[in-house]
């Protein structure tokens, strides 16, 4: 089993960064792939971003070139940086760790970009 805790969100401006964090901790030797979703209102739940364990990271295509997907091994974190938000980023975000054992979620963190 795993707990995931995400950090980070909040209000920006258009244009504008942030970077969101998601602490992992429990059965974290099982991960085989950590990802980042998001759920606007009144939207299915979203694939942002994914990063398996020794295999390359993937992006959503309305993402790519915008957002970097990163993990720090030492601290059990996995981040989303967030760079020129839209007002279409405007969702919560969450945390996604994928084991044999099923899928985990964090409880989410609201991102909400507006001028």
């Known amino acids: 089993q795993v707990h995931l805790v995400e950090s980070g969100g909040g209000l920006v401006q258009p244009g504008g960064s942030l970077r969101l964090s998601c602490a992992a901790s429990?059965?974290?030797?099982?991960?085989?792939?950590m990802a980042w979703y998001r759920q606007a209102p009144g939207k299915q739940r979203e694939l942002v971003a994914a990063?398996?364990?020794?295999?390359?990271?993937n992006y959503a295509d309305s993402v790519k070139g915008r957002f970097t997907i990163s993990r720090d091994s030492a601290k059990n974190t996995m981040y989303l940086q967030m760079n020129s938000l839209k007002p279409e980023d405007t969702a919560v975000y969450y945390c996604?760790?994928?084991?044999?054992?099923?899928?985990?979620w964090g409880q989410g963190t609201q991102v909400t970009v507006s001028s």
């Open positions: 429990g059965s974290i030797f099982s991960i085989y792939l």
């Open positions: 996604n760790a994928n084991l044999d054992s099923g899928f985990y």
């Open positions: 990063m398996p364990r020794g295999g390359n990271t």
